[in-house]
């Protein structure tokens, strides 16, 4: 079972986990927000965007619990096949719930969840029977952060606001980390610090656009809300 | 025709469920909190039909009150969860728009 697709540059093992621990923080933070307006509205793209961020928030909390979790174990006298064990199982779930955050995202239009299943299946089958699981992971993710990005771009062209450019740029960014961390393992380890400083900077956007979308709501709506 | 006297000020197109409960509450909140179905029916571009359901709605979910004068004319005024609701609304809308949910 191969799971290798970057490598991390000496510097920053250890920051890593501290960068996706953020992430996950800003992904509570927003999911937080959706279902508290989801309640009040009913509005169900807005519930599913809270799921969306819930699943990402974990995928995050996976990822660097089994970064932090390498890291302390490597110099200890644990044995090297348990240590691959436990790296694979949280590769393994990082990537589930990774692909199901970003695939309900990529599917909030839809009133059912059919194509939902229906993206998300096939990618999990193809990531599983793939010779490199990360790597198709990352292909995968890169494909629906890709898709992502056009909807939001061309989102930006329809209503030119600074919320949605924003939401444009962040998915932007965040494609842009994907293929940097997927390059690390072949270019360069320092594309993998990189490409956590881009994910970085994508999700202070994504945190800006709540800020904006809060204070359009008015001093009110900041108080109530928040 | 569009509605001129639409909360918006701009012709409203074909409205979804969240948009219309919107307007009436926000007729009824620039009416000073309380408004008569006829005030809402106008300016918030109702048929009679939806009027009425939406006020049982709204009254029933708690956003709206109904209030019978000595007449025997029906007002209705929001409520603290209907203001909520409209505050809640505004986010809403500027955080779909940002991710490009119609």
Redesign the interface.
Known sequence: MAVTVYIAPPWFLGYDALFQTLFALVCIVISA??F??AS????K??QR?GWSFSLLALSYFVQAATSTFLLTKLSSGMTVASIMGVRAIGMYLHILLMLAGLGLFAT??FESLTPFWLTLIPALVAVLYAENALRAAYTVTSGYLLFLSA??G??YF??K?V??L??SLAFILLLASHVGIFLSGILSPSLYALAHFLALVSYLMILG??Y???K???P??VK??S | MGAPDSPQGQPSQKRGR?EIIHDILRVIERGGGQAKPTQILYRANLSNQMLYDYLAELVAKGMAEQRIGKTGRRTYSITRKGE??L??????R????????S
């Not at chain 1, 009040?40 to 509005?43: C, I, K, S, V, Y």
């Open positions: 927000f959706a508290r307006v009040r509205t009913g509005a793209p807005v965007i909030m239009g909807k939001f061309m989102n329809r209503k606001g919320e949605s924003l939401i656009n709540l904006l979308v809060l359009k709501g008015g009110k709506a109530g809300i | 969240l909520e609701y505050q809640g609304y505004h986010s809403m500027a955080f779909m728009d940002s991710y490009g949910i």
